[in-house]
């Protein structure tokens, strides 16, 4: 049903094309659709641990096996609430031309691509659920034709048909291995293939290089800032908030199902990727004076830190990059909209030309500052959570180093978002007696719709800060599926008890 709720959804689109009342309603129906769709399917996994389906009944490995464990569960159901939150937002906060020219379809087909993502049990699907993301990316990134746009979208489209590629050579080579693209197949096979590790790695190179640009790794990061600040907010918070994380997502899934011999070898790669990627975008971050680039750059940032979990290879690490990919889907998209409601008041994200909001808009002063300190870290919010789980099992591993990256970092990403908070809204005004800026009634009313997005992600931000030890418990239990792979090879390929041991190959 993730898959076929915004495809049905989008072909409805397609059929009333211009009647955007219609689309309006139509899509409606399909994000509340998904949202209970996903919701559901996370109620069965946690009964059922996983679940699995071959398309057409033909047996795995020959057939398409769709497959959802915990981990994919989670980041489906966060999506889905991210973009009921980016739905309400463009209800008013983008213009109609748009609209009437595919931005709904395209949305849905955005969003049937993530479920492809994060259900998929094949590696050759794997890579086609991308380039159905690229492909969305591109036409909503252009849509509207300006040139900043265009120009961003040159960027991201060059590189990403690059990554999409290296992705298709790596899929090439484990088929030239193994002679198969079945993840559950490959996980099984690989546990005993020791001669095939050195091309193994090949292969794992290709894919770490693949997903690391798709979801800007150091140094890979360089399309992102150009890109994502250029669209209508309505357009960029969904692809900043969730598509940046679904390259880390499978870069997870395959260095912990197929890529599981060569961790260790990968391990001070991956450290080094990590701790470059978090400063590296930080830094940026705080030199940059334009709103809508900062939280581009802070993307880039916080991928590091999930990227930490992976490369210190401990459950508890595991679990603190499943919490904190949850955390900043959330938390991410939740800025971006905040800046857009900022933007449709003051019709600039430059922060030399904003200020004095927080006596103007207090409520919308009191929601950035919750979501940008749970951005930071700031305890009790949702990243500290995240964080002390990745330092503590940073510590127990002996990785010091990244340890005091990811300490010194959150440190910059406070000064940054304290930065966004002093310029925005503590200090005065500097064009404030300029009348033109004074908001028509209209404008007061549709700052108070788009503000109720807002609200509907800071509660559940809320509720994963306050409320903090389920959702670490589920990371938890997320992380000892993922490390203890035979429980995904055992649902696909034998249909057999999760606990028991995988056998063999002759």
């Given at each position: 049903m993730p898959l076929l709720i915004p495809l049905i959804g989008a072909v409805m689109s397609v059929f009333l094309w211009q009647l955007v009342r219609w689309q309006t309603f139509i899509v409606a129906l399909t994000q509340f659709g998904w949202l209970i769709s996903t919701g559901a399917l996370l109620y069965q996994v946690l009964q059922k641990a996983v679940l699995t389906t071959q398309v057409g009944n033909w047996p795995a490995p020959y057939g398409i096996t769709l497959i959802v464990d915990l981990f994919s569960a989670l980041v489906l159901l966060s999506g889905s609430i991210t973009a009921v939150a980016v739905y309400f937002f463009s209800l008013v906060g983008l213009d109609k031309t748009r609209k009437k020219y595919g931005y709904y379809p395209l949305m849905l087909l955005l969003q049937m691509g993530v479920a492809g993502v994060c259900l998929t049990g094949d590696v050759f699907n794997l890579y086609v659920w991308f380039e159905v993301i690229l492909i969305c990316c591109f036409a909503l990134l252009s849509l509207g034709g300006k040139k900043a746009q265009l120009e961003g979208t040159l960027k991201y489209v060059t590189i990403n048909f690059l990554a999409s590629g290296i992705l298709l050579m790596g899929t090439g080579v484990i088929y030239s291995l193994y002679g198969s693209l079945n993840m559950a197949e490959l996980g099984a096979m690989v546990r005993d293939d020791h001669p095939n590790l050195h091309l193994l790695s090949v292969a794992g190179v290709f894919f770490l290089t693949g997903f690391g640009i798709?979801?800007?790794?150091?140094?890979?990061?360089?399309?992102?800032?150009a890109s994502y600040h250029t669209p209508p907010i309505a357009i960029s918070?969904?692809?900043?908030?969730?598509?940046?994380?679904?390259g880390i997502y499978a870069i997870i899934r395959l260095h912990t199902l197929i890529f599981i011999q060569i961790q260790d070898d990968t391990q001070p790669l991956l450290l080094t990727l990590s701790g470059l990627t978090m400063v590296v975008g930080v830094i940026g971050a705080a030199a940059q004076t334009d709103l809508r680039k900062i939280l581009s750059l802070h993307i880039i940032s916080q991928i590091g830190y999930m990227l930490m979990g992976l490369a210190i290879y401990t459950p508890l690490a595991i679990a603190g990059s499943v919490f904190f990919i949850l955390h900043n889907v959330l938390v991410k998209t939740n800025l971006f909209l905040i800046s857009g409601v900022v933007a449709q008041r003051r019709r600039t994200f430059s922060l030399y030309q904003l200020g004095g909001l927080y006596l103007k808009q207090p409520l919308l002063?009191?929601?950035?500052?919750?979501?940008?300190?749970a951005l930071a870290?700031?305890?009790?919010?949702?990243?500290?959570?995240?964080?002390?789980?990745?330092?503590?099992?940073?510590?127990?591993?002996?990785n010091y180093i990244i340890v005091a990256t990811s300490l010194c970092v959150s440190l910059v990403t406070l000064f940054s978002m304290t930065k966004i908070w002093n310029e925005v809204f503590w200090k005065p005004n500097p064009l404030q007696r300029k009348r033109h800026l004074e908001p028509s009634a209209e404008d007061v009313l549709r700052g108070r719709i788009l503000r109720v997005p807002v609200v509907f992600l800071l509660i559940f931000i809320l509720l994963m800060s306050l409320v903090a030890q389920p959702l670490v418990n589920l990371s938890k239990r997320s992380a000892e599926q993922l490390l203890h792979s035979e429980i995904y090879i055992n649902a696909v390929l034998y249909k057999a008890d999760p606990t028991v041991a995988v056998p063999k190959k002759e």
């Open positions: 798709k979801s800007a790794l150091f140094p890979l990061f360089f399309w992102l800032p918070a969904f692809i900043a908030g969730l598509i940046s994380k679904i002063a009191f929601m950035f500052f919750i979501t940008a300190m870290g700031l305890p009790p919010l949702s990243g500290f959570w995240g964080k002390l789980m990745l330092v503590m099992a940073g510590f127990e591993a002996g």
